[in-house]
């Protein structure tokens, strides 16, 4: 019998080389201090056959496969300019929009609490807006009874306005009237 012996072969393909000398990939998932998805990178053979390929956070980075890229890409840009547009809306009404929040307060006006982005964003979702604390913008808790503009950011770039009315507590003005 011959002895003849087979050579074992690798289970990766050769991997194509980028300019650099690295290997070439197409990142599928966001990696820290190496991009996003979409992005072409190069790194060492190593790190792409040992982390980035089995974990499924990259692919090779053929041709094909940066065309896909550039479709969902150019997909996602269409998707971000409706939800722009509708955020621009959405800011213009909050402009229009004037809420009353009702707090405790003594004789000269002086709020014993205050008034803060958390009420806001509920006498909001009363009135049908749905707004996140984050979004709120005051430059301070509001301690005194009277009209405000806060602004609200919606989303980076796009900011609205928004008058708050901050009046005493029903209740106490019927006490002093009934006192008076």
Same mark, same amino acid.
């Given at each position: 019998m011959a002895n003849t012996k087979t050579r074992k072969q690798s289970s990766f393909k050769r991997l194509p080389k980028g300019a650099n000398g690295g290997i070439e990939l197409l990142l599928i998932q966001s990696v820290e201090h190496l991009g996003k998805p979409g992005d072409v990178i190069s790194v060492k053979a190593g790190y792409a056959k040992n982390f980035l390929l089995p974990q499924g956070l990259a692919t090779i980075a053929s041709d094909h496969h940066k %065309?896909? #890229? &550039?479709?969902? %890409?150019a997909k996602l840009l269409e998707i971000e300019k409706v939800r722009l547009s509708q955020l621009r809306v959405l800011a213009d009404e909050l /402009?229009? #929009?004037?809420? *009353?929040?009702e707090a405790n307060a003594?004789? @000269?006006g002086?709020?014993? /609490?205050? #008034? /803060? +982005?958390?009420?806001? =964003? +509920? +006498?909001l979702k009363k009135a049908d807006y749905t707004i996140t604390t984050d979004q709120v913008k005051l430059e301070g808790p509001l301690k005194e009874l009277g009209l405000y503009t806060v602004k609200i950011r919606v989303a980076a770039g796009v900011e609205g306005e928004l008058k708050v009315w =901050? #009046?005493? *507590?029903? /209740? @106490? &003005?019927?006490e002093r009237l009934a006192e008076g």
């Open positions: %065309r896909m #890229v &550039d479709k969902h %890409r /402009g229009k #929009v004037s809420i *009353t929040i003594n004789d @000269e002086h709020l014993y /609490g205050s #008034v /803060g +982005a958390s009420d806001i =964003v +509920a +006498a =901050v #009046v005493t *507590t029903v /209740g @106490e &003005d019927h």
